[in-house]
C-alpha cells in the first residue's frame, strides 16, 4: 500500500480541522478547539485501483502572532489549502502561504478549498477576488466541513493530483 502525506495549510480558525474530521470520522462539531502545533489522522482510499494511505497532518493555522514551522511539510506529497470564504483576509493569508510552500517544498500538488460554504450569505469573498484566484490557474473548490458539501471531492481531487 502506497503512503501519502498531506498538510493542511492555512489562516487560524478556516476549518482545517474539521475538514480532516468530516473526512476522515464523518463528522463535524460546532466547538473550536485550536491545534496546537499537529494533529495526524490517517484515512485509507482507492485511487484510481491503487490502494493508499493518506496520512493527514493538521498543521496549526498561521496569523499574526504564530507563524507556521515550515519543517512540518518536509516529506509532504501535497497539500490541502485553506481559507474562510466569511473571511477575506484568510484567502490573503492562503496567497503567501502558498508561495511559501512553493519555497520550500518545491511545487506540491494542492487544491485550495474556500470552507463555510454554508454559510455563503455571510461571505466576504466575492466576485473580484474569486477572479483573481481563477487568475493562478489552482484547482478550486468550495466546501462545508458542517455539511460535508465538498469535502470528500477535495482530498479525492488531490489524492489524484498527487498520484498523477
Known amino acids: 500500500m502506497l503512503q501519502k502525506k498531506i498538510c493542511m495549510l492555512g489562516s487560524f480558525a478556516v476549518g482545517k480541522t474539521s475538514l480532516v474530521r468530516r473526512y476522515v470520522e464523518s463528522i463535524f462539531s460546532d466547538v473550536y478547539h485550536t491545534t496546537v502545533g499537529v494533529k495526524i489522522d490517517k484515512k485509507n482510499v482507492q485511487v484510481g ?27 509532504a506529497s501535497g497539500y490541502l489549502l485553506v481559507a474562510d470564504g466569511m473571511r477575506k483576509a484568510t484567502v490573503e493569508k492562503a496567497f503567501e502561504l502558498e508561495q511559501r510552500a512553493r519555497e520550500e517544498a518545491g511545487a506540491l500538488p494542492f487544491v485550495f478549498v474556500i470552507n463555510k460554504s454554508d454559510l455563503l450569505q455571510d461571505w466576504e469573498v466575492d466576485a473580484a477576488l474569486e477572479s483573481q484566484i481563477a487568475g493562478k490557474n489552482w484547482s478550486v473548490l468550495h466546501s462545508s466541513a458542517k455539511t460535508g458539501e465538498g469535502v470528500e471531492e477535495a482530498f479525492s481531487l488531490l489524492a489524484r493530483k498527487i498520484l498523477g
Open 49 to 75: 485501483g491503487t490502494e493508499v494511505s493518506l496520512v493527514l497532518w493538521d498543521i496549526y493555522g498561521e496569523d499574526d502572532y504564530q507563524k507556521m514551522r515550515w519543517t512540518y511539510l518536509r516529506g
